[in-house]
């Protein structure tokens, strides 16, 4: 059998979301970005929300995430995509509106804008991209750096009576009323991969059902700013940022429900 | 049948924003201009015209609240003052960056800092100059009555999504809390999603659908050459602003040979110092700029060739005299312009004007002729 003979229609097991623009992603090889945004890219392709969605970009490596999903977008400044994305539902309450927003640029910068967003339960998608240091200025401590980790403005390695802690912010978002659906997850195995595009799957579900603010944790790798190889990166992450930030569900409410498991 | 009622000028604001067919109020509250939203929630127009009210937790929440709804096309607007407007600059910046129309309230009080509650106009440069980073520009409209912060709000949207750039109202403390009466605007419907999709669905963030590309609201382009032609693209706008959209008021300036500069608060008092100046037979008039941006430059200079001395009057330590300066200047004139004003929340007398008046073109008043730097 000739190889053309094989490529059919019906012999297709699968194929890059219609949503995902044939366009070089910027994002350094080995980085987490790419694979979220083919599942999110999936996921609106596949729930039919293409017409419905508006997603907000941040600043930090993803601000150019509207290059690379074909829906409508708005680029928001550093932090403020909550408030951003709360405008667009606020008087559009019929799209679907979600924020992507990386570490820096929600647990230190946009933290005001993220808290309160998530506790007036707007009913957006949070989508929050933990790789623990800031990438796109070129690898400088995040709120989320681990202790001892070594970055460009900890060059001795996070030191906390100098630096504070690692924030765990997705648990302190678990704790508000406001948001139904709080997760932590990861996209380094294939495995890892399917269990987030469910996690975000349920997460879109929850916002469609007006169930309040569904926020998504995705703890990634930086390659470049850890100065690691992707697959030692990925070890990295699992000896050292698994145990500090330990996956799974947070939260599997409705908003404002005072008896909600956290 | 008009509607006439006394209000304040802060409850006005409100009821022509509900009155005009505005989607959305985002604002966080600050003195003296918290009746706004108060007058908004007790009004509650979401049941009557599905207008949304929002208390954001910020300023700087809720300038990027409005950058978001304006981003999808909505008719929307938030107020604040000075310190507050301090915060929202950053905001501002990205939503004329990325060419949003909107409305912005500034109810003046007075700085630097946190300042005092009480009315200010020394926020002019930061309005007309700049305020937040780049090259941009607002429209600035500066209301001298209750009736007009009734009619600025639809003017002020209406110029905004013209041009799609943001519009400011530059009001103060005392015109905020004034109660006159006024002429409410008759009820316009807000647009439709199909009239929001005609009017600015190649733009707007309406949702993707099949039949056009993706809209992305952004401020954002690496490409510096790129950059250079978004900024022409601006700047090319901001002459045609300045071009068509210049309003002001000229009183009783045909025979005067002194001009009284003011706008808002100030320019009220000066009417009066108008009438106590011609009492005394000087001939004095008064120039009321009511777009701040874009400055009535030409109606300057043609006074410029005419008249022996402009006296800028503004609360604030002289910011709007070196527009005026600057006009004078380009008229190839060398009449005198002088300022005079009070600060910190004081509001001047009419008689005070007169004085300084008197004071300061004293030489021009002795001679009977202008004199030159």
Redesign the interface.
Known sequence: MELKDLIKPENLVYSKSALLEDVPMHYCPGCSHGVVHKVLAELIEEMGL?????G??PVGCS?FA?NYI????????HG?AP??????V???PD?FVFTYQGDGDLASIGT??I??ACNRGENILVIFINNGIYGMTGGQMAPTTLEGMVTSTTPFGRNVDLNGYPLKITELIAQLPGTSYVTRQSVETPGAVRKCKKAIKKAIDNVLAKKGTSFVEVVSTCNSGWKMTPVDANHWMQENMFPFYPLGDMKDSVKGDNNAKN | MAEYKLMKGNEVLAEAAIRCGCDGYFGYPITPQSEVMETLMARQPWTETGMVVLQAESEVAAINMVYGAAGSGKKVMTSSSSPGISLMSEGISYIAGAELPCLIVNVQRGGPGLGTIQPSQADYFQTVKGGGHGDYRLIVLAPSSVQEMNDFVGLGFELAFKYRNPAMILTDGALGQMMEKVKLSDYQPRWTKEEIEEKWGSWATTGKTATRKKNIVTSLEMDPGRMEQNNIRFQKKFSEIEENEVRYEAIQCDDAEYILVAFGTSSRVCQKSVELARAKGLKVGLLRPITLYPFPKKAIKELARKVKGFLSVEMSAGQMVEDIKLAVYEAGSTVRVNHFGRMGGIIPTPEEVVEALEEKFSWELSYGVKRSY
């Open positions: 293409q017409e419905k969605t508006v907000v970009a601000v509207y074909d829906i409508d977008w708005q680029e928001a400044a403020r408030a951003v994305a709360t405008g667009i606020r008087v559009n799209k005001a804008e808290m309160h």
